[in-house]
């Protein structure tokens, strides 16, 4: 099992940047494949990106290809989100999850088995 943490949300400008992070417990988190996802009020949670266990490859949304990229660190037991030109559309609750499922990168919300809280992040015209 595995603990979720986000952290780095906040107001911010269109074209600003975020970083959020993701912290995990336990030791199990470098086997694990891990995405971020978003849901705006009113809306489906959807995919963002992910990142493999390993870290050497990832997957994006069409929406945020370019813009965003998923990294992380298994000595630290974290995950980041580098958010770069932001919009307003971007503006939703970020949440971490993990894919306790070794292989291929997933994008839907019923392969992930853990997820943090989220963290807010408004990104303002």
């Known amino acids: 099992q595995v603990q979720l943490v986000e952290s780095g949300g906040g107001l911010v400008q269109a074209g600003d940047s975020l970083r959020l992070s993701c912290a995990a417990s336990?030791?199990?988190?470098?086997?694990?494949?891990m995405a971020w996802f978003r849901q705006a009020p009113g809306k489906e949670r959807e995919f963002v990106g992910c990142?493999?266990?390993?870290?050497?490859?990832?997957v994006y949304a069409d929406s945020v290809k370019g813009r965003f990229s998923v990294s992380r660190d298994n000595a630290k037991n974290t995950m980041y989100l580098q958010m770069n030109s932001l919009k307003p559309e971007d503006t939703a609750v970020y949440y971490c999850?993990?894919?306790?499922?070794?292989?291929?990168?997933?994008?839907?919300?019923?392969?992930?088995?853990?997820w943090g809280h989220g963290t807010q992040v408004t990104v303002s015209s």
């Open positions: 999850a993990a894919d306790r499922t070794p292989g291929i990168l997933r994008t839907r919300v019923s392969a992930y088995n853990y």
């Open positions: 336990g030791r199990t988190f470098s086997s694990y494949n």
């Open positions: 990142i493999i266990a390993s870290g050497i490859s990832t």
